[in-house]
C-alpha cells in the first residue's frame, strides 16, 4: 500500500486501503470528467455536504465504457469473464489483444457499468473537490487501490 502522507485516521464510511480491488464506498458518486485525447475518465464522490473529503477513481488508456449517471454505494471490482470479454468486443479490441486490457465493473443498486481501460487508481483527497482536479495525489491524498493490465 501507497501512501503519499501520514494521515492520523481515515475517514468514516473509507475502508482499510488494500492497494487492490475490490473496493466498496458508501458514497454517492458520479462521472465526472472524460478527456478523449488522454484517453482519461474520472468519477468522483459528489456529495459535498458529507464529507470534507472525496474519493476519485481514474481510469488512464480508456478503450470503452458503459456508465451509469449515480451510483449509491459504489463497489468497484474486475469484471467477470463473460462481462469482460463482451466489452472488450464491445470496445474494439481483437481477441489477441485482450490481455493488454482491464476491464473494471461498476456495481451499485442504483446501476451498473463496466470500463476498459489499461489502469485505475483509487484516491482519497482530503480536502474539499476541487472542479479542476487532476484525479492523481495532492497533499495528503491516500492511495486505496489500484489496478493495472498484466500486458501478457
Not at 464510511?13 to 474520472?42: A, D, N
Not at 456508465?67 to 462481462?83: E, M, N, P
Given at each position: ?7 492520523p ?113 483509487v ?18 491524498s ?11
Amino acid at each position: 500500500m501507497e501512501t503519499l502522507s501520514k494521515t492520523p485516521s481515515r475517514p468514516e464510511g473509507i475502508p482499510e486501503p488494500t492497494g487492490e480491488l475490490p473496493v466498496t464506498f458508501e458514497r454517492k458518486f458520479r462521472p465526472w470528467r472524460y478527456v478523449v485525447g488522454h484517453s482519461r475518465l474520472s468519477i468522483r464522490s459528489i456529495d459535498p455536504n458529507s464529507a470534507p473529503d472525496h474519493v476519485e477513481i481514474t481510469f488512464f488508456g480508456v478503450l470503452g465504457v458503459r456508465l451509469a449517471s449515480v451510483y449509491q454505494t459504489l463497489t468497484i471490482a474486475l469484471a467477470d469473464k463473460a462481462d469482460a470479454e463482451d466489452m472488450f468486443r464491445f470496445s474494439g479490441l481483437r481477441e489477441s489483444q485482450y490481455s493488454s486490457a482491464l476491464c473494471v465493473a461498476l456495481s451499485s443498486d442504483s446501476g451498473t457499468g463496466h470500463v476498459v481501460c489499461v489502469g485505475c487508481s483509487v484516491w482519497l483527497h482530503t480536502d474539499k473537490p476541487d472542479h479542476i482536479g487532476r484525479g492523481g495525489p495532492r497533499h495528503d491524498s491516500i492511495l486505496l487501490a489500484r489496478g493495472r493490465s498484466t500486458g501478457r
